[in-house]
Nanobody
Framework: QAQLVESGGGLVQAGGSLRLSCAAS????????MGWFRQAPGKEREFVAA???????DYAVSIKGRFTITRDNAKNTVYLQMNSLKPEDTAVYYC?????????????WGQGTQVTVSS
């Protein structure tokens, strides 16, 4: 069965960086669009970034220019490099696998990793 496992979250000061990883298993990774979403306390889950099998990307306006999504199809892993972090980036970050670059309708989800940015 498909499984997505996120790692790399933690506590960082504002202005710092973190790199999230998501290891996929049990699915044909290279055939899926991979996305990152986040959910802050008391808020709805929101789209962060997505990457197609060929490397095409899409970013939310709020993080564009600060975050970069990449993937390694040989390692079945997708990454989210987060720079210039702000306290408002604090959230649980989720990895997801879907069939299109639409910002919804993702089929598989990870359990999430907590990112906390202190001011």
């Amino acid at each position: 069965q498909a499984q997505l496992v996120e790692s790399g979250g933690g506590l960082v000061q504002a202005g710092g960086s973190l790199r999230l990883s998501c290891a996929a298993s049990g699915l044909p990774f290279s055939g899926y669009v991979m996305g990152w979403f986040r959910q802050a306390p008391g808020k709805e889950r929101e789209f962060v970034a997505a990457i197609s099998w060929s490397g095409g990307t899409d970013y939310a306006v709020s993080i564009k220019g600060r975050f970069t999504i990449t993937r390694d199809n040989a390692k079945n892993t997708v990454y989210l490099q987060m720079n210039s972090l702000k306290p408002e980036d604090t959230a649980v970050y989720y990895c997801a696998a879907g069939s299109s670059m639409a910002r919804k309708g993702y089929r598989y989800w990870g359990q999430g990793t907590q990112v906390t940015v202190s001011s």
